[in-house]
T-cell receptor, first 117, second 115 residues
Framework: DADVTQTPRNRITKTGKRIMLECSQTKGHDRMYWYRQDPGLGLRLIYY???????NKGEISDGYSVSRQAQAKFSLSLESAIPNQTALYFCATSDPRLRAGRQETQYFGPGTRLLVL | AQTVTQSQPEMSVQEAETVTLSCTYDTSESDYYLFWYKQPPSRQMILVIRQEAYKQQNATENRFSVNFQKAAKSFSLKISDSQLGDAAMYFC????????????FGTGTSLTVIP
């Protein structure tokens, strides 16, 4: 089974709708991240969380909110979706307790493809 | 913010040949980490190789190796004996060792492997 899972894998929604993308991990990592991927722009950080009480904005947080319900769960919400939020969204985890050389590595989920009409 | 540049949007290589993907980055820091991630058509992001900036020795993982030139701020990926399964998007990424936990990704290089 995958260590980092995302649901749904694909989603089509309409402008103005509220949607939630969910991420779960079984790796036991404290740190979790949400990225979006756009063609020609690579991955950009939306939000990240170092633990359930620590949530931080990333490079492009406007229009998004997050919730860290537990160590293993980190949800991304679009309160009122707009077409330019059409993208591929990735959740990732990392663990600073891992031995040197591995603690900085991020482990990614399979991605959620979102289309906003 | 740090920037990571991949100047080759697309590359191709003949099966069994060697290809090098380029990456440069801009930083004023001395301690950091560099990564190459592979994204096949399945969309999964898979770690290929990592390099700690304080290590002079270039990292190697089987057929994958890097040429890390710290002074030039260059971090290229060499794939030897290319296989069809190597076809994917490849992303270079940078992470500071001291300032926060944010990764900075390049825009990617699409690698095609020709049979």
């Amino acid at each position: 089974d995958a260590d980092v899972t995302q649901t749904p894998r694909n989603r089509i929604t309409k402008t103005g709708k509220r949607i939630m993308l969910e991420c779960s991990q079984t790796k036991g990592h404290d740190r979790m991240y949400w990225y979006r991927q756009d063609p020609g722009l690579g991955l950009r950080l939306i939000y990240y969380s170092f633990d359930v009480k620590d949530i931080n904005k990333g490079e492009i947080s406007d229009g998004y909110s997050v919730s860290r319900q537990a160590q293993a769960k980190f949800s991304l919400s679009l309160e009122s979706a707009i077409p330019n939020q059409t993208a591929l969204y990735f959740c990732a985890t990392s663990d600073p307790r891992l031995r040197a050389g591995r603690q900085e590595t991020q482990y990614f989920g399979p991605g959620t493809r979102l289309l906003v009409l | 913010a740090q920037t990571v540049t991949q100047s080759q949007p697309e590359m191709s290589v003949q099966e069994a040949e060697t290809v090098t993907l380029s990456c440069t980055y801009d930083t004023s820091e001395s301690d950091y980490y560099l990564f190459w991630y592979k994204q096949p058509p399945s969309r999964q992001m898979i770690l290929v190789i990592r390099q700690e900036a304080y290590k002079q020795q270039n990292a190697t993982e089987n057929r994958f190796s890097v040429n890390f030139q710290k002074a030039a701020k260059s971090f290229s990926l060499k794939i030897s004996d290319s296989q069809l399964g190597d076809a994917a998007m490849y992303f270079c990424a940078y992470r500071s060792a001291s300032t926060g936990n944010q990764f900075y990704f390049g825009t990617g290089t699409s690698l095609t492997v020709i049979p």
